[in-house]
């Protein structure tokens, strides 16, 4: 097996693509990023505690030169929200170790999980060589854990390090092809996560206007469907070209009815359940 920073340098530098984020390599420009990422205590709290200024200088110099390192850019804004890194993880000897920290105001809103999902995926499919992935958090940390276990990875150790305890997480499954199963599981649970979302904007009113059978659409029918962004994951959206909100809707591989949102504003809407008032154009 080839080393991380090996396997990383062969693919360097490369811009990722979700829903809602551009992951692109880190630069000069991010300094205020990067600072406020490393100085802020509510993403420190579970990071050791916030960086002194020489460590702040430290790091604003040595990110742009990283392989594996993005800037998170939410693409709704053109707003620099994060920062994920995989690069050799100093725990387990020849793994890579796959970190993400995102600014507060950005939490709660699924893009920590778009965030990690995207850059192991990319691990696992732009990188074969690269080997296995892990993740390390502490116990309190129940955002990062709960985000790890929702893309498919398992606690396998805890460890004390700093004085603290610490979660190490790996792929869910067999050692022997973990790293052909991870891409595989990062986007059955991605999907299925996508689907509870799906199940919830079907309640709405907007859900309940849209035909069960997409193959009966017209021609015509289908010429005044939303032409806007469909995703990753090729998906067609079935509400009419210029639709408010952001919310897209349309079937998922197996057939299920799939929702996903291009903006916040739309993401607050659909917490407001069939109350929202939303109609479908
Ligand atoms: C960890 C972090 C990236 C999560 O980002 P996020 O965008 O808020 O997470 P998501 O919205 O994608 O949520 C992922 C899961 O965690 C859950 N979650 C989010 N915040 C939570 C909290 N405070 N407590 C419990 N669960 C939480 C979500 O409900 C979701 O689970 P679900 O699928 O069951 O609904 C973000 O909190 C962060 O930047 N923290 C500071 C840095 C850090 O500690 N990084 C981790 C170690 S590298």
Not at 85 to 108: F, N, T
Not at 114 to 141: D, L, S
Not at 237 to 265: F, K, M, Q, Y
């Amino acid at each position: 097996m080839i080393s991380v920073d090996v396997a990383l340098g062969g693919v360097w530098p490369a811009e990722l693509r979700t829903d809602r984020l551009h992951l692109r390599p880190v630069t000069a420009g991010d300094a205020s990023l990067l600072r406020e990422l490393l100085t802020d205590t509510k993403v420190r709290a579970h990071l050791g505690s916030p960086a002194s200024e020489e460590r702040v200088a430290a790091r604003q110099a040595a990110y742009p030169a990283t392989a594996g390192a993005w800037t998170v850019v939410r693409v709704a804004d053109n707003h620099a929200v994060g920062l994920v890194a995989i690069g050799p993880g100093h725990r387990c000897e020849g793994a890579a170790e796959v970190s993400c920290q995102l600014l507060p105001d950005a939490w709660g809103r699924g893009l920590g999980r778009e965030t990690v999902a995207a850059a192991v995926r990319w691990w696992t499919e732009a990188v074969p060589a690269g080997g296995p992935i892990v993740a390390v958090t502490q116990p309190a940390n129940a955002a990062s854990r709960r985000l790890l276990e929702s893309i498919g990875m398992r606690l396998v150790d805890q460890f004390e390090e700093h004085g603290e305890q610490q979660c190490l997480y790996t792929p869910a499954g067999d050692q022997e092809d973990t790293d052909l199963r991870w891409a595989r599981l990062v986007a059955e649970r991605v999907d299925v996560v996508e689907r509870r979302r799906g199940a919830q904007a079907r309640a709405t009113a907007m859900g309940q206007e849209l035909p069960d059978d997409l193959t009966a659409l017209s021609p015509s029918d289908m010429a005044r469907l939303c032409s806007d962004r469909h995703g990753a994951y090729g998906r067609i959206c079935a509400r009419t070209a210029g639709h408010v909100p952001e919310l897209h809707l349309g079937r998922s591989r197996d057939g299920a009815w799939i929702a996903w949102l291009t903006n916040r504003e739309a993401y607050l809407l659909t917490d407001c359940g069939g109350d929202s008032g939303v109609v479908c154009r």
